[in-house]
């Protein structure tokens, strides 16, 4: 058995180790909001928060989170959360939408290490996030925006 806090609760898991993290989500604890993309860390899509930081879950396996705290989409709701939320909907950033639960994971994860990020802060932090949109100028955008509400 694997133990692990996610989204605040105490969860334990009949998993092979090696199992990726995203899976274990998905399929185990029916937690959908974090997608499948590439398999190999490279799009984003995947991304959850593992003590407060972006980690790609498609290729973490479970073991490694083991006694730690994940934070999935679903389990978003500090302040900083709900700035980047109101963003996205004010700014209309989604398209098809598949990405955006990797992007504001990336983005709630930004503005929590840096409040008032340039848009090459930004720019560095969302490149691992890929949106086959292209809706990058519309992220960029929300992320001030965001920024800016949490400032104000």
């Not at 006694?67 to 700035?83: D, P």
């Not at 504001?104 to 802060?121: G, I």
């Not at 930004?122 to 100028?137: H, K, P, V």
Request: charged fraction near 20%; proline fraction near 3%.
């Amino acid at each position: 058995m694997i133990e692990f806090k996610v989204n605040g609760e105490t969860r334990k898991v009949d998993a092979d180790p090696q199992t990726p993290l995203l899976w274990v989500l998905r399929d185990e604890l029916g937690l959908t909001g974090t997608k499948y993309g590439c398999g190999i860390a490279q799009c984003g899509a995947c991304t959850v928060h593992l003590e407060g930081r972006s980690l790609r879950s498609c290729s973490a396996p479970v073991a490694a989170v083991a006694g730690q705290n994940v934070t999935t989409i679903e389990g978003l709701g500090s302040k900083t959360a709900k700035a980047v939320q109101q963003a996205w909907i004010a700014l209309d950033v989604v398209q098809c939408g598949y990405c955006q639960s990797g992007q504001v994971m990336s983005a709630v994860a930004l503005l929590d290490q840096n409040p008032r990020p340039s848009d090459e802060d930004i720019d560095l932090a969302m490149s691992g996030n890929i949106c086959r949109c292209a809706t990058y100028q519309r992220i960029r955008a929300a992320i001030h925006a965001a920024s800016d509400a949490l400032s104000a």
